[in-house]
């Protein structure tokens, strides 16, 4: 029997679709450094960016070419990150990103060397792209109801 497994700091990142009703969750990532969640944002915020008009895309890229610093040392000094993404195209919808310092605790029945048996059942990426297509905003009627 093998001793206790030390905890691991890290990070978890999230991405949560937001609409009118619901915050669903569509994609997380943990890492292990600060570099890798950074790198995995701009892996999914690049594929978003096609949803979003050129107003709304020119803040997410200066945060691609020059947030990335800055967002770094935060992340590394325990600081909370957010990206709120709103495309007009899409009212009453955005798409969320958050990443924060966490500390990873072991699980027993954990392999190493693969992902656990419950990772197949979330969603990736893609699904925010397919999403934000498929999203229909409520209609004047509906909101009327409510």
């Given at each position: 029997?093998?001793?206790?497994r030390?905890?691991?700091?890290?990070?978890w990142?999230?991405c949560?679709?937001?609409?009118?009703?619901?915050?669903?969750l569509?994609a997380?990532?943990?890492a292990?450094?600060a570099?890798?969640t950074?790198?995995?944002?701009?892996?999914v915020?690049?594929m978003?960016q096609?949803?979003?008009?050129?107003?709304?895309?020119e803040?997410?890229?200066f945060w691609l070419?020059f947030g990335?610093e800055?967002?770094?040392a935060d992340?590394e000094?325990?600081?909370?990150?957010?990206l709120?993404l709103?495309?007009?195209?899409?009212?009453?919808?955005?798409v969320?990103?958050?990443a924060?310092?966490?500390?990873?605790?072991?699980?027993?029945?954990?392999d190493?060397r693969?992902p656990?048996?419950?990772s197949q059942?979330?969603?990736?990426?893609?699904?925010?792209a397919?999403?934000?297509?498929?999203?229909a905003?409520?209609?004047?009627?509906a909101?009327?109801?409510?």
């Amino acid at each position: 029997m093998t001793g206790p497994r030390p905890v691991q700091p890290g990070f978890w990142s999230e991405c949560l679709l937001i609409t009118p009703d619901t915050d669903t969750l569509v994609a997380s990532y943990d890492a292990h450094t600060a570099g890798e969640t950074l790198r995995w944002l701009r892996v999914v915020v690049r594929m978003l960016q096609s949803v979003l008009t050129d107003d709304e895309a020119e803040p997410v890229t200066f945060w691609l070419l020059f947030g990335q610093e800055r967002s770094h040392a935060d992340l590394e000094q325990g600081q909370p990150l957010e990206l709120t993404l709103r495309p007009s195209r899409r009212p009453g919808l955005a798409v969320r990103f958050t990443a924060r310092p966490v500390i990873f605790l072991p699980l027993l029945d954990r392999d190493v060397r693969q992902p656990p048996a419950c990772s197949q059942q979330w969603a990736q990426p893609m699904a925010v792209a397919t999403a934000l297509t498929q999203y229909a905003p409520p209609t004047r009627a509906a909101l009327d109801q409510r």
